[in-house]
């Protein structure tokens, strides 16, 4: 009989039935996989269970909230956060089983990723390696900050690992879902912002942006990657701006006035 790795994977969904399939067959080896799904109306609750996963249905709030309720339904002593556009490569996962094999492991990893888009696999701007939080981690030595809407901060008590295999991300199918998700990010963006008081006015969104375009294309290399490239950096441009000019709108007095 062959044992299954002490590892819980959780994803993140919603509406997500064009991206989960590949994502849930690359973590096929795990001992348990859970499905966080925010009340979608596609076929991604049906794949999930196709794919052996749990579905746990909790309103969307914030990713915050989300993540952290990934931590609280799975069982495992170890704990993969996967999203729905990632793939947990083969290199990836070997690497994950050693490490739970050994005692003398860290705590956390953080896991590079791999980002593919517009067909092409992306090595500058910021984009390789690309981290988010460590998405292996022991249970009870992490946690998410709840009340965070997007970029999630996260508490580690213990010792921080990266790993050296990377997984696959492929954040956008077309540009069409890459500005939709733009939008959605930067009105999330708004409430953290809000929250952390800073300052807004459209001269400094415009000066944010830039400095994001010319960050991810000249001094990160961005145009070493072609037309993707510059995809990149002007959807880098446009976070920035269109957050820190949502700000700007959003503290306007009812009216729309100044």
Known sequence: ????????????????????????????????????????????????????????????????????????????????????????????????????????????????????????????GGWYPDYRQPQLFRRGRMTYDASDEVHEGWTLNGRLGVMRSAIVQVPYATLSEAL?????????????LERSGASSGYAKAFLRGSWAFL??????????DGGPGLVIAVLRFENSFYKHAKLVEHRLPPGGTP
């Open 1 to 124: 009989m062959v044992t299954q790795p002490p590892v819980s994977v959780f994803i993140l969904s919603r509406n997500e039935e064009q991206k989960i399939g590949p994502a849930l067959e690359s973590v096929s080896w795990a001992a348990e996989i859970v499905v966080i799904d925010s009340h979608s109306t596609d076929s991604t609750p049906d794949i999930a269970a196709r794919h052996r996963a749990r579905v746990v249905t909790i309103e969307f709030r914030r990713f915050g909230e989300l993540r952290q309720a990934g931590i609280e339904n799975t069982t495992q002593p170890w704990i993969l956060s996967l999203d729905a556009d990632e793939r947990c490569t083969p290199e990836a996962r070997d690497e994950i089983l050693r490490i739970v094999a050994d005692p003398a492991s860290a705590d956390a990893y953080l896991v590079p990723r791999r980002n593919i888009l517009l067909g092409r696999p992306i090595l500058h």
């Open 215 to 224: 960050k991810a294309y000249v001094f990160q290399l961005g145009f070493l």
């Open 180 to 192: 939709s998700k733009l939008n959605r990010y930067t009105s999330l963006g708004v409430r953290k």
